[in-house]
């Protein structure tokens, strides 16, 4: 059991070196230009984001380069998002609000994609805060690298120690992403800050898998990936998307939930094999727990933090997150439990969003 725990943590001590690199090997993009050949147009969907749509509407209003057009695509919301969204029409001349005929947030993204005019779609989420120079910082990053999907930087922004671990937690899968693309191997992107050409959108409309209510983020990535589809990470602070975190135990693990649920369809071997490992790695210390092992329990949790910590705290200092490294161990700690958890249920949770 100790050779096989011992196996088990070196291939994981490998991974995130791969990680390390990819992330070492991206560099640091400043905006060239201020004129762009390129439209853009931004897309959020929303359902019940009354709360949350003003903040984020506030951020776009605000942008050093404005967009082609903002298309809100209102998912039959039943609070009062439709108030703000008629408010806010009248502040933004650009704005363009979108009533789709189809239920949850793919279909209704489909159908706000499809309603935008411009050739770069940016894609956040109605609960987000962009910087003032989202649009122009992604805007130039298109004309200068001539890509074809861009992953953007997402941090999740925090005010006491739940949330900090939270933060750290989401900070190690997007710097996970980060480096994979990095290494030219993406396995990770989330819709919280996406943009790429509406016409490498169109040609892969199809493979939304229309069955689940949610993933289109990852599977317009990987259906970019076999099509060899030119695919970067953007590291700029300028373009980074602030995230708020859950503020239950029960929602953050719904959302974990909801995020596994898609993994039955992931076809991509790159996915999948880091999957298997970080399946491995959570349900190891486990066992061993379960044997009567809590030496050797402990051992994988104390080598596991050492080896992410080394990683985390580098990108950290980049999301200027630097203070959330200190939950490092209690979120090593639950690590183990949470994954397992999520990654099994997810898989027979009743999709929905």
């Known amino acids: 059991m100790v050779i096989f725990s011992l196996i088990i943590i070196v291939i994981y001590a490998i991974l995130v070196c791969w990680f390390y690199r990819g992330w070492n090997k991206i ?4 905006v060239q230009q201020t004129k762009f050949p390129l439209s853009v147009s931004v897309v959020v969907c929303a359902h019940n984001e009354e709360e949350a749509l003003p903040r984020l509407l506030d951020s776009l209003s605000n942008q050093s380069c404005s967009p082609y057009e903002i298309v809100v695509v209102n998912d039959h919301s039943t609070d009062g998002t439709a108030i703000v ?17 189809g239920r949850g947030k793919k279909k209704s993204l489909a159908e706000g994609i499809t309603a935008c005019k411009g050739e770069i779609i940016l894609q956040t989420d109605a609960d987000c805060m962009v910087s003032s120079k989202w649009v122009e910082t992604i805007s130039s990053s298109f004309s200068d690298k001539r890509c074809d999907l861009l992953i953007g930087p997402v941090a999740m922004n925090y005010s006491n120690c739940w949330e900090a671990a939270q933060s750290l937690e989401f900070l190690s899968l997007v710097a996970s992403g980060a480096g994979a693309a990095g290494n030219e191997r993406a ?14 959108w169109t040609r892969n409309a199809g493979k939304q898998h229309a069955e689940l209510l949610s993933g289109d983020d990852m599977f317009l990535l990987l259906a970019a990936k076999k099509e060899k589809a030119k695919i970067l990470f953007l590291k700029s602070k300028e373009a980074i998307v602030w995230t708020y975190p859950c503020r239950t135990l029960l929602d953050f693990i719904r959302q974990r939930q909801r995020w596994a649920s898609k993994s039955g369809s992931y076809r991509d071997a790159d996915v999948i094999m880091v999957a298997l490992g970080v399946m491995a790695v959570a349900l190891t210390p486990i066992v061993d727990l379960l044997f009567g092992k809590w030496q050797l329990f402990l051992g994988m949790i104390f080598f596991k933090m ?12 980049f999301f200027s997150l630097e203070k959330s490294m200190n939950m490092i161990f209690f979120v090593e700690l639950l690590y183990p439990f949470y994954i397992v958890y999520c990654g099994v249920s997810g898989l027979f949770r009743k999709k929905s969003w």
């Open 27 to 30: 560099p640091d993009f400043f």
């Open 85 to 101: 969204l008629d408010d806010w029409k009248w502040k933004m001349s650009n704005l363009k609000v979108v009533n789709p005929k």
């Open 187 to 200: 396995i990770m992107c989330n819709g919280a800050n996406l943009a790429f050409k509406k016409d490498l």
């Open 306 to 317: 050492i080896v992410d910590f080394i990683f985390l705290r580098k990108v950290s200092v």
